[in-house]
Structure formats: C-alpha cells, structure tokens
C-alpha cells in the first residue's frame, strides 16, 4: 500500500521560502506512468494544483504560481519536494503531496500539512 | 486555463435520495475528469477516473458519466457517509484544474 507523508514548517514568514518534502513509501518514486503532485487548499476554500513531476524527469507548474515555484525529486530518498518563494498571507494553506497515474486520477494523497505565513 | 464550473454550489438531500452533480468544462476535456470526495480534514478521495471508471474500493452506488465538455457525478442511494464536498478535476491539460466543489447536506 502506498503511503505518502508531507513535512514542512507549519509556520513562515511573508517574503520567506516555504519548502516541504514528501517521502513515498510501499512503492519507488521512479515508477512509470506517474505523476507526483503537489496541491493546495486555503482553509475552507477549493482545491488548487501547484505543479507536478513526471518520472520522465519532466515538471509542470501552474502558470499562476510558476515564477516562484520548483518541485524536485530525489530517487535515492524516494523522495519529492516543492518549494515556494517569496511567500504572502495569500499562500496560506493545507499542503498535499500526491500520486497520478497517467489516464486516472490521483489516487494516493499525503494527509496534508497547514502552513500559515504570518510575521 | 481549461475552466471547470461545477453546479449545484451546494445540496440538501436525504439518505435514500439519487443526487447527480454537474460538472461543466471551458474546453473539450477527450474524458479526462475525475471525481473526488473530501470529508473535513481529510484529503481529497478519489471515486471516479476518466468520466465513468470506478476507483478500486469505491461503492457501486456512484458512477460517473458524460462526454465533450458536459459530465456529471450520480450517487445512486445517498448512505449517511456521502455527506461530503466532492470536487472534479480535469486533468486533459496544464494547468489542472478542479471545480469549486459542491456541498452536500442532509435535508
């Protein structure tokens, strides 16, 4: 069963790098046909996508968050990690790690992680 | 952006009731839309994969359907623990993007 686990500061301030990982157990991170993503959701508001890493080696960001967004990935840790520059009040939400499978939809997700940006 | 509006914003029903959720896309999505469940404090589940496939362990009670730009979620015979936000999701192009959801409530 795969498992994926979010961590990160529950706390940053404006203008900071908000920076977290994710660490898949019960399964490699250089799986085919995958997708890793990261995705946010403000306290009682929608489901936003942050951007995604293909086992290809490729990413993909959200052209609203791009300039200030890298998602990476570290196999030898099965691992994947997103950060976040030069963050506002705006960027205060509970974070999600995922897994998509190419044809389906995200079918694994972390538990997600509150951060809060306030000075 | 491939935009995705979802109707109703929110629901009252009963248990026992058939409830269909529409999800409408800006842009032809070749039937890549999903469909979530999310419960408060719990990450988004998925139910429905590619318009109409079942997600493995989901109850048969939901399905999914639709085509082009039009989809819609059913829920056969609402069971008290359907009482949720459920989202859609398009995943035919970058960005990704998801419906604002609706909220369904017991009458």
């Known amino acids: 069963q795969l498992q994926l686990q979010e961590s990160g500061p529950g706390l940053v301030k404006p203008s900071e790098t908000l920076s977290f990982t994710c660490t898949v157990s019960g399964g490699p991170i250089n799986s085919g046909s995958t997708y890793w993503d990261w995705i946010r959701q403000p306290s009682g508001k929608g489901l936003e996508w942050i951007g995604s890493f293909h086992y290809t080696g490729s990413t993909y960001y959200n052209p609203s968050l791009k300039s200030r967004v890298t998602i990476s990935v570290d196999t030898s840790k099965n691992q994947f990690s997103l950060k976040l520059t030069s963050v506002t009040v705006e960027d205060t939400a509970v974070y999600f790690c995922?897994?998509?499978?190419?044809?389906?939809?995200?079918?694994?997700w972390g538990q997600g992680t509150l951060v809060t940006v306030s000075s | 952006d491939i935009q995705v509006t979802q109707s109703p914003y929110s629901l009252s029903a009963s248990v026992g009731d058939r409830v269909t959720i529409t999800c409408r896309a800006s842009q032809i999505l070749n039937n890549y839309l999903n469909w979530y469940q999310q419960k408060p404090g719990k990450a988004p589940k998925l139910l429905i994969y590619?318009?109409?496939n079942l997600q493995s362990g989901v109850p048969s009670r939901f399905s999914g359907s639709g085509s082009g730009t039009e989809f819609t979620l059913t829920i056969s015979s609402l069971q008290p623990e359907d009482f949720a936000t459920y989202y859609c999701q398009q995943n035919y192009r970058v960005p990704i993007t998801f419906g604002q959801g609706t909220r369904l409530e017991i009458k």
């Open positions: 995922a897994r998509r499978k190419e044809a389906a939809g995200t079918d694994y």
């Open positions: 590619t318009t109409s």
